[in-house]
């Protein structure tokens, strides 16, 4: 599998398409707020291990066919 670069912004539509806020996205990677934040306004690289993973999260998080509630940030 080839894993294409992950933009910051990227990053924050596959957060939200997995419908977790940044708290609940720090919480599941082991990472804080801040960081979160700072690779959403590009301050901070994409690592790839980390986009591998929320792709991983987004995988699970929505069953198919289902309407996941909107997160609050």
């Known amino acids: 599998m080839i894993i294409h670069p ?6 924050r539509k596959t957060r939200l398409a997995g419908n977790r806020s ?3 996205l720090a919480k599941d990677l082991g990472m804080s ?3 979160i934040t700072r690779i959403e306004t590009g ?5 790839r291990v980390t986009a591998v993973a929320l792709q991983s ?13 909107r997160p609050t940030n």
């Open 6 to 11: 992950m933009t910051p912004d990227d990053f």
């Open 22 to 24: 940044q708290a609940q």
């Open 33 to 35: 707020i801040r960081q």
């Open 43 to 47: 301050r901070a690289p994409v690592r």
């Open 57 to 69: 999260l987004r995988k699970k998080a929505t069953p198919p066919g289902a309407a996941p509630p």
